[in-house]
């Protein structure tokens, strides 16, 4: 069974810039969820993907977008990077359902300078 | 608004010791599931330990256990024979049937001292 991996592992940017981090989901489960965690925080839900569409979202802005595929991979789009959108960002895969286990990667640390 | 609250921002036992890790939420549903997860330094946020609010018997695994009061809104987690792999960030969690997001709690920094 394949667990939950990221891609990269550390991003550095500039602000103004835009961002894609990548997510591949554990082997059976068909939903996405992405966090971002910023330093010496919990994380906080950004949005969920289930069958290709968004399933879900927290508080953020618009800039931040995302995509599932058929594989039931996923990207995070972030555009306009901003100096405080450094942090951890989380993907996690589960199965569609209440109270699924939520199973997580090992995250993408990206830092806007 | 659901919350998870973590009051002890950092701890530090001897190996071997047994350890309880603080948690109380606030929601209004009835339905929810709750959560504590281990984030080690190398940041996997990795499952500890699962518990259905329906399900009186407290979850255990192997050294891990919780005692949740629903009434209470309370889910402590306590690690027996504490190792020195145990030495991480905390997290107790909370998901409802509502929708399917996670809502955590800031984090206890858990040291186990040789």
């Known amino acids: 069974e394949t667990g939950v991996t990221q891609s990269p592992t550390h991003l550095i940017k500039t602000r103004g810039q835009q961002v894609t981090l990548r997510c591949s989901s554990q082997?059976?489960?068909?939903?996405v969820s992405w966090y971002q965690q910023a330093l010496g925080q919990g994380p906080q839900f950004i949005f969920q993907y289930y069958r290709e569409e968004e399933n879900g979202r927290g508080n953020f802005p618009p800039r931040f977008s995302g995509l599932q595929f058929p594989n039931y991979s996923s990207e995070l789009n972030v555009n306009a990077l901003e100096l405080d959108d450094s942090a951890l960002y989380l993907c996690?895969?589960?199965?569609?359902?209440?109270?699924?286990?939520?199973?997580f990667g090992p995250g993408t640390r990206l830092l806007v300078l | 608004a659901q919350t998870v609250t973590q009051s002890q921002p950092e701890m530090s036992v001897q190996e071997a010791e047994t350890v309880t890790l603080s948690c109380t939420y606030d929601t209004s549903e009835n339905n929810y599931y709750l959560f504590w997860y281990k984030q080690p330094p190398s940041r996997q946020m990795i499952l500890v330990i699962r518990q259905e609010a329906y399900k009186q018997q407290n979850a255990t695994e192997n050294r891990f256990s919780v005692n949740f009061q629903k009434a209470a809104k309370s889910f402590s987690l306590k690690i027996s024979d504490s190792q020195l792999g145990d030495t991480a960030m905390y997290f107790c969690?909370?998901?409802?049937?509502?929708?399917?997001?996670?809502?955590f709690g800031k984090g206890t920094r858990l040291h186990i001292l040789p």
């Open positions: 082997s059976g489960h068909n939903t």
């Open positions: 996690a895969s589960s199965l569609v359902g209440a109270g699924e286990t939520q199973y």
């Open positions: 969690a909370f998901l409802t049937n509502r929708d399917d997001k996670i809502i």
